[in-house]
């Protein structure tokens, strides 16, 4: 009776079974999570909420709340609930309707349905378990005894003579009960550990999904807007192409009608010859004295320096585009938009701090290890193969073997600086070589005062000098063999590329002569 009770007060009041997933609402009362979902996904188009069993009403959609205190009773209820219909035992007793068993005795190898359980003998030796139709796994295979407790040094159940007689003679033993109450302790220890193991899936799996929908409501706006961009980008491109394949087209077209202006030209005044030859030829005076256009045949000047300026200017064009130049720019046009590629796929800049024990002595380094000034006290730190021991540098903790990756550095408080990359190999002892940029183990990008210098293997090239930001980007791509410094004005301008093959690790490096300047921000990709 008391079983019924409970399973009662277990049962959801929409599906009238017992509770699924229990969750409750703010009113208090509880239902299977798929139920009231299904509930509330009706009400929905009523524009209004309500509890199913008290009808309280809701202004929003209720939150879910999981009782999972209910959900324990609940699985503690159904794993003590004998399943008569799956188990197939029948009570012994009733031969003319099959009826049920509830449970089986061991001693007299019978199974009782809950009538005839009711006047079976209470004894001691009359060992009920639940019901079975198999009595024998239930007695020891030696003695052929009920198996009534436990070994705990050979983990199996053993029965009165194994204690006494048997191999299992002097061995720390349990009744089964107590041993059984033992190991469902440890299983509800288990239990309760994967449970809050699943909860803490289910709550990563709401996140995601969670994160999933704003970073598909923010996919949209993005889609439209990069759409644009490459669509605004390819016109602009088909336009230059145009713009460059008609110069070239058009430079033969306009040398094509200088000569035809010229062959025109050309018979125009061999048109004045003729006519002047005939005037010479003309023994009468009047006549040739008389002829109204001689003004305009002795006027050999008109257009003629004109057109030997023009003549002069497509003698010297020499009909030839600079397609290098157009080359270059759009091979670093290229570039640009590889590293733009590459940035859907870094997450943000790497996080670089500065080791102390590669400091030279006249550089202070703050307690973060991002910044780092010119000193005019030296540090006393201990001079080390490390350590840098002529030059104002310092390399990075961290180093890159592969991927891509990027870095930032304030030179705003500096105006003479150098930041770069350079290998674990580089110099330290003082000579010209350890300087970022004087070997073929650094590669560096150099401010001393308003001229600005990219630098490696100790050559140089000469940036404009109107930087206008005090920020500079490295950024890295190890596999393919670049390194690249750009200005983080607006919009991001790019300064210069080195490419190679990378041999070693690489290390930021940073060089301050006056000042201080700060590696910016950093998180772990």
């Known amino acids: 009776?008391?079983?019924?009770?409970?399973?009662?007060?277990?049962?959801?009041?929409?599906?009238?079974?017992?509770?699924?997933?229990p969750v409750m609402l703010r009113c208090g009362h509880n239902f299977c999570r798929v139920c009231i979902d299904r509930v509330l996904d009706t009400q929905e188009a009523s524009g209004g909420y309500s509890c199913p069993e008290c009808r309280e009403k809701f202004p929003d959609r209720p939150a879910l709340q999981r009782n999972i205190t209910l959900r324990n009773i609940v699985e503690n209820f159904l794993s003590a609930q004998p399943d008569h219909k799956e188990s197939g035992v029948f009570c012994t007793y009733c031969v003319d309707s099959p009826v049920p068993a509830v449970r089986s005795c061991l001693h007299c190898?019978?199974?009782?349905?809950?009538k005839h359980l009711?006047?079976?003998?209470?004894?001691?030796?009359?060992?009920?378990?639940?019901?079975?139709?198999?009595m024998e796994s239930r007695k020891c295979s030696v003695h052929k005894k009920i198996l009534e407790y436990y070994c705990t040094e050979d983990e199996t159940c053993i029965c009165v003579s194994c204690t006494l007689a048997g191999e299992h003679r002097g061995h720390q033993v349990e009744m089964m009960d107590e041993a059984s109450e033992k190991k469902k302790e440890t299983l509800r220890n288990v239990l309760q550990n994967l449970l809050t193991k699943r909860e803490e899936t289910e709550e990563r799996v709401q996140s995601l999904q969670e994160h999933r929908r704003k970073v598909e409501e923010k996919a949209s706006g993005d889609t439209e807007r990069v759409t644009v961009l490459f669509r605004d980008l390819r016109r602009r491109l088909e336009d230059l192409e145009k713009r460059v394949l008609r110069e070239i087209?058009?430079?033969a077209e306009r040398i094509s009608i200088s000569i035809r202006d010229l062959e025109i030209k050309k018979e125009e005044l061999s048109r004045k010859m003729r006519h002047i030859e005939e005037l010479c030829n003309m023994t009468d005076p009047l006549t040739v004295l008389q002829e109204s256009d001689t003004g305009d045949l002795c006027d050999t000047e008109d257009g003629h320096n004109e057109d030997r300026e023009r003549h002069e200017k497509l003698l010297h064009d020499g009909g030839c585009l600079d397609v290098d130049g157009i080359s270059h720019t759009l091979h670093t046009l290229s570039d640009i938009i590889t590293e733009v590629n590459v940035s859907f796929y870094i997450q943000g800049a790497a996080d670089i701090l500065l080791d102390l024990n590669t400091a030279n002595n006249n550089l202070h380094i703050s307690d973060d290890r991002k910044t780092v000034s010119r000193s005019d006290r030296k540090q006393n730190h201990p001079e080390t193969p490390e350590r840098f021991q002529y030059y104002l540098q310092v390399l990075?903790?961290?180093?890159?073997?592969s991927g891509r990756h990027y870095w930032e550095v304030d030179?705003?408080?500096?105006?003479?600086?150098?930041?770069?990359?350079?290998y674990p190999s580089i110099d330290r002892r003082g000579g010209v070589q350890s300087l970022?940029?004087?070997?073929?183990?650094?590669?560096?990008l150099w401010r001393k005062g308003d001229q600005y210098v990219v630098i490696h293997d100790s050559k140089e090239i000469f940036l404009p000098p109107n930087i206008s930001s005090n920020r500079v980007r490295i950024y890295l791509d190890y596999e393919v063999g670049r390194i690249s410094f750009y200005d983080l004005c607006d919009p991001i301008r790019h300064l210069h590329t080195f490419t190679t093959t990378f041999t070693e690790p690489l290390h930021a490096v940073i060089g301050v002569w006056r000042g201080c300047i700060k590696i910016?921000?950093?998180?772990?990709?």
């Open 1 to 21: 009776m008391a079983s019924a009770n409970l399973r009662a007060e277990l049962e959801c009041s929409v599906c009238l079974d017992i509770y699924t997933d």
């Open 109 to 114: 190898e019978v199974s009782l349905c809950d």
């Open 118 to 134: 009711r006047v079976h003998k209470k004894s001691p030796e009359h060992i009920l378990c639940d019901p079975t139709l198999s």
């Open 249 to 251: 087209s058009g430079r």
């Open 396 to 401: 990075s903790s961290r180093s890159f073997s």
């Open 411 to 422: 030179v705003g408080g500096s105006d003479w600086w150098k930041v770069g990359m350079c």
């Open 436 to 444: 970022i940029g004087n070997s073929n183990k650094s590669w560096g």
């Open 520 to 525: 910016c921000g950093g998180n772990r990709e």
